[in-house]
Each structure stands twice: as C-alpha cells, then as structure tokens.
C-alpha cells in the first residue's frame, strides 16, 4: 500500500513559479515510477511528468522546458518544479505512483492557480 499526500498548491501569476511536493509513505521498495497529472474542471486527466526508479523523466509537450520532476535521495518524495507558468496550467494536480506490481495510487490534489 503507498500513501500520497500532495503540498504547494496556490496562486501565482503568469510567468511566474512553483513547485509541488508529493510525500510517499508504505511500500515505497515497490515504486518503479512516480509522477503528476493534472486535471482541469470538465477536462481529462492528463500525466505531465513522471520519473522513474532510475532516474529517468517524461514530459508531456505541454509542459516540455518548463517544468522539472525530480525526487529526494530516499525516493519517497517527487517534486515538480513549475517554471513559467501559464493560466492554462491551472488545474487540480495529482500526485500518481506505480507500482512493480502495477498498482496505481493517486493522491487527492492540489489546486494550481494561475492567474493576474
């Protein structure tokens, strides 16, 4: 079982950064890849960064040079550092994790706002 628990949602202007952190905790031997999605209201959900075991990253080309994922030296944490932000980035951002065994857990969200 893997817990998420997101932080670092707010507002901010355009142009402007943040950065997310999702917190693991359970089974995090058994990670193979964490990441985000995002989710606008009446949108799909849509990954735009992940990382895996190895150190490896994905990016949707929305988000493509701006955006950073990365993890802490313990691998229970992903980050995504949020470069130049546009307001369509607003969205609910969730933390989403693998498993080996090829669970997905996702966390509850955070809101990201971006506006002037």
């Known amino acids: 079982q893997v817990q998420l628990v997101e932080s670092g949602g707010g507002l901010v202007q355009p142009g402007g950064s943040l950065r997310l952190s999702c917190e693991a905790s359970?089974?995090?031997?058994?990670?193979?890849?964490m990441g985000w999605a995002r989710q606008a209201p009446e949108k799909e959900r849509d990954v735009v960064a992940v990382?895996?075991?190895?150190?490896?990253?994905n990016y949707a080309d929305s988000v493509k040079d701006r955006f950073t994922i990365s993890t802490n030296n313990a691998k229970n944490t992903v980050y995504l550092q949020m470069n130049t932000l546009k307001p369509e980035d607003t969205a609910v951002y969730y933390c989403r994790v693998v498993t080996r065994y090829g669970s997905v857990y996702w966390g509850k969200g955070t809101l990201v706002t971006v506006s002037s």
């Open positions: 990382i895996t075991s190895s150190g490896g990253t």
């Open positions: 359970g089974s995090i031997s058994s990670i193979v890849n």
